[in-house]
């Protein structure tokens, strides 16, 4: 099959779109997200029934050939090497961040000054004070923004903050959050911008626990009030990317915070990336007055639930499966029971996204979720040096 069949089908595709109108996205990266990101462009209009038609448009990446490749793979229509020249054109609507972290901002910044849409991956940014001032320019140009926080539209999540916001678990007490992966266990891993603090900020702290902050203040709608952390880096030097030498590891393997909110709940946040035998273990567990409800990634589409007010012999957690039509996003797929996974969360994220672009409001994670993400990641980072606990900046 010739390398550029789908590009052309995708272009023959468009071409022959005479309604909805298209919203066309300049993607920014093409690796791990970039795959999942288009992945969601290209299901979202299938499943989900949405005023406009997202049209992967444009690849932009740094090596034209791969950026080329990357176009015909995920079925985008063209690429590009000149982020400059994509922000210069009038159809493209949205650019989508999904680049190393150092990034975002710049590019963020620049495609706000273009007067594009964007969404942007976690976390927002590498400082507070850029995230404030991405928060800021997309308030001044009026443009909707997204942060891809895509584990609050799992559809089990989505029921939960559904449950507790509306009290069947009574006031939030505590907190328990972990997100575990093994991949750094291994000391003859390669470093990579993962590793090096200049690239991404911090290690499992602005990686995950930038996930489990967002989650928590998601389901509960508590904000954090000061935090008290502690890091370590187990393998301070690895192999370097080019197989030759060692490259020194500036960024923790493993991050732990305990956390006060506002109004008197309490937390506990563990992240790390040394834990054998753990993968993808992102599970948050709410415990309130009444009840206490706990999600688990691997387990993606069950939900544990307690509630005090069964007859005390009957009391136990119980496991709702969250794939029935009633439930968030399910009816969306397919007859009840049918599940989804991991890459089902950003085509829900992408469709309520497109959604609130097209009604003009708000989207949730926005620019001010990823300030206040940014300020706890911060704060807890400060912490981990002085010893001391640390206000988080409001
Ligand atoms: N939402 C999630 O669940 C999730 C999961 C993984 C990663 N992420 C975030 O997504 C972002 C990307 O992570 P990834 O896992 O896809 O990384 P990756 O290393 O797999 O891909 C990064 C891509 O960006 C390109 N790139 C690097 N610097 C660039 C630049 N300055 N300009 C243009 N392209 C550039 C690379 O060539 C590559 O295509 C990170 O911010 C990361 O924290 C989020």
């Not at 954090?224 to 952390?229: Q, W, Y």
Request: net charge positive; aromatic share 8%.
């Amino acid at each position: 099959m010739p390398k550029s069949t789908l590009a052309s089908r995708a272009k023959s595709r468009a071409s022959s779109m005479s309604s909805p109108e298209p919203l066309r996205i300049a993607m920014v990266g093409h690796a791990f997200m970039g795959r999942a990101h288009s992945n969601a462009m290209r299901q979202v209009n299938r499943f989900f029934d949405l005023p406009r038609m997202v049209v992967p448009q444009i690849v932009v990446g740094r090596d034209a050939e791969r950026a080329a490749a990357a176009a015909d793979q995920f079925g985008f229509l063209e690429s590009a090497i000149d982020l400059d020249h994509v922000l210069a054109r009038e159809d493209i609507d949205v650019v989508d961040v999904a680049t190393p972290n150092d990034s975002h901002y710049a590019i963020t910044m620049a495609a706000l000054e273009a007067g594009k849409h964007v969404l942007c991956e976690k976390p927002l940014a590498m400082t507070l004070q850029q995230t404030k001032e991405m928060a800021a320019l997309a308030k001044k140009k009026k443009l909707r923004v997204g942060l891809w926080h895509n584990y609050r539209r799992a559809p089990a999540v989505a029921l939960a903050q559904k449950m507790i916001l509306r009290g069947d678990i009574g006031k939030v007490r505590q907190v328990r959050a972990v997100y575990l992966q093994d991949w750094l266990a291994d000391a003859s891993v390669p470093a990579s911008w993962r590793t090096d603090k200049k690239l991404c900020g911090s290690g499992a702290h602005g990686d995950l626990n930038a996930h489990l902050i967002d989650l928590t203040r998601a389901l509960t709608g508590l904000e954090f009030e000061s935090v008290c952390g502690m890091q370590q880096t187990f393998t301070t030097e690895r192999p370097n990317g080019s197989g030759k030498g060692k490259s020194k590891v500036d960024v923790d393997d493993a991050f732990c915070f305990l956390a006060k909110f506002r109004g008197g709940a309490i937390g506990t946040y563990e992240a790390t990336r040394a834990a054998p035998g753990r993968k993808n273990y992102n599970r948050v567990e709410i415990s309130g007055e009444k009840g206490s409800i706990a999600w688990n990634l691997e387990r993606m589409n069950e939900l544990e639930v307690f509630l005090l007010d069964a007859p005390r012999d009957a009391q136990g957690f119980r496991t709702v499966m969250c794939m029935d039509s009633v439930h968030p996003y399910a009816a969306n797929w397919w007859p009840d029971g049918h599940i989804v996974g991991y890459e089902h969360t950003f085509v829900h994220h992408l469709a309520d996204f497109v959604a609130a672009l097209c009604a003009n409001k708000p989207f949730a994670p926005g620019f001010d979720d990823g300030v206040a993400v940014q300020a706890v990641l911060e704060a807890a980072l400060q912490s981990a040096k002085s010893g001391a606990w640390a206000k988080v900046a409001r």
